[in-house]
């Protein structure tokens, strides 16, 4: 079955600190992971994207890293700002012809002054 | 450049009744793809439209159903609405139907059936 796990599920952290999140994925075939964050109520917002021979990508204070042979992928928060609580969500494309994403659960961050 | 837009931003309606949800897609983009999602849920695939065609449908009931348009855009039905279909509806617009060349959300319609 394709299914995309995240930990933890939810996390606090004090402003200034870094953090970083886990998922783990169990999906065939794979094309590609993305990194989404969402604020409440509002659509996810793309953070990064790596295709199987990528294994790290940075898009300014968030870095993700991912390993192809254990089928994981984390996302680095450097220097969190209060601005970065939102839901964090992992998201797998399957490869082929098919248009289909697999949703993980999230991680519901929250970042205190 | 405008996003992905979607109208109404929120909507109220009682059950039983029916609702339509709106969806413009990036210029040039011609895949719209229908998501639920629950609060407290990841996003669940409803539908894929490209090229005005069905190409994906998710596993929801018939009281589903959308079409796309020869601009592109799209528009979401639920009839009969139930309480569990109180969600926030997510479109999503790529390039073309795989979505490799990326995959760019909308802010959601905020749906409530009371």
């Known amino acids: 079955k394709n299914q995309v796990e995240q930990s933890p599920q939810s996390l606090i952290i004090l402003e200034g600190k870094n953090c970083t999140l886990q998922?783990?994925?169990?999906?065939?075939?794979?094309?590609?992971l993305r990194w989404y964050k969402q604020d409440t109520g509002r659509g996810p917002v793309s953070l990064t994207i790596?295709?199987?021979?990528?294994n790290t990508k940075s898009n300014g204070r968030y870095t993700a890293t991912l390993d192809a042979d254990t089928k994981q992928s984390s996302l680095h928060i450097t220097a969190s700002q209060l601005s970065d609580s939102a839901s964090y969500i992992c998201?797998?494309?399957?490869?082929?012809?098919?248009?289909?994403?697999?949703f993980g659960t999230g991680t519901l961050l929250a970042v205190q002054p | 450049d405008a996003g992905v837009t979607q109208s109404p931003t929120h909507l109220i309606k009682t059950r039983g009744q029916h609702v339509t949800l709106r969806c413009s897609p990036i210029?040039?983009?011609?895949?719209v793809s229908w998501y639920q999602q629950v609060l407290g849920q990841g996003p669940q695939f409803i539908f894929q439209?490209?090229?005005?065609?069905?190409?994906g449908r998710g596993n929801f009931p018939d009281r589903f159903s959308a079409r796309q348009f020869p601009n592109y855009s799209s528009e979401l039905n639920v009839n009969a609405l139930l309480l569990g279909d109180s969600a926030l509806y997510l479109c999503?617009?790529?390039?073309?139907?795989?979505?490799?060349?990326?995959?760019?959300f909308g802010s959601g319609t905020r749906l409530t059936v009371v």
């Open positions: 999503a617009s790529s390039l073309d139907r795989t979505a490799n060349y990326g995959y760019t």
């Open positions: 998922c783990n994925y169990t999906v065939s075939p794979f094309s590609n």
């Open positions: 790596m295709t199987f021979s990528e």
């Open positions: 998201v797998v494309s399957l490869g082929g012809a098919t248009n289909k994403l697999i």
């Open positions: 210029s040039g983009h011609k895949s």
């Open positions: 439209y490209y090229e005005k065609e069905e190409r």
